[in-house]
């Protein structure tokens, strides 16, 4: 079955604490991408990737990084989390990036306090 | 700033009403998706416009794609409470193949 799978899902963490959310997909894809929800403000392109180690700023990228050492996986790094950056994070990933379907996966829900 | 703005932010409307749902922008796309996205999940796909002036339909939902590709529309005919969830328009700029933006979305609530 074709997958974005996202981990932890749910996480409550302390400030200035490092952590790493995991994305993996496999469905071959060349493109993946982070975003960020946040109420009223829809989703947010943080960090996005083309291929393998090519990776490019989104609208957010201030607090966070990814790296793309493989085609499957597209980690998100937060290397001091602040109360800032809690909020519902999709990584996605799609043949390229040149308006095929993206995939969600199924969010991952931060808390930093 | 958001570069695709829609319109309105809540929708609320009785089963059979019909709904519309505008997505429009100041830049141009190559090309622009609508989503729908439930409680908990994460967005799906629901289609993709490509050529200005396209017209797509899918069951019960007709979507638009403007002349200048500037703009969307999501138009909903006899709404069901099914229909209820969160619609975002997004959509790869003309000038940034990799650069995927979001409008902040539409809530729909359709009741029986």
């Known amino acids: 079955e074709a997958q974005v799978t996202q981990n932890p899902r749910y996480l409550i963490t302390v400030t200035g604490k490092k952590l790493t959310v995991t994305c993996s997909q496999n469905?071959?894809?060349?493109?993946m991408s982070w975003y960020r929800q946040d109420p009223g403000l829809g989703l947010r392109q943080i960090y996005y990737s083309m291929n393998v180690e090519v990776t490019d700023k989104g609208d957010v990228p201030e607090g966070y990084k990814v790296s793309r050492k493989e085609k499957r996986n597209f980690p998100l790094i937060l290397e001091s989390p602040s109360p800032n950056q809690t909020s519902l994070y999709f990584c996605a990933s799609s043949l390229s990036g040149a308006g095929n379907t993206i995939y969600f996966g199924e969010g991952s829900w931060l808390t930093v306090v | 700033t958001q570069l695709l703005e829609q319109s309105p932010q809540f929708l609320s409307i009785q089963e059979g009403e019909n709904l519309t749902v505008y997505c429009n922008s100041s830049s141009v796309f190559s090309s622009l998706q609508w989503y729908r996205q439930e409680p908990g999940e994460g967005p799906v796909l629901l289609v993709t416009v490509v050529t200005g002036g396209e017209v797509k339909k899918l069951k019960r939902l007709t979507f638009q794609f403007g002349d200048a590709r500037k703009d969307s529309s999501l138009h909903i005919t006899a709404a069901q409470p099914g229909d209820t969830g969160l619609y975002l328009c997004a959509g790869y700029l003309t000038d940034s193949w990799g650069k995927f933006q979001f409008g902040a979305g539409t809530q729909v609530v359709v009741t029986p």
């Open positions: 469905m071959n894809h060349e493109y």
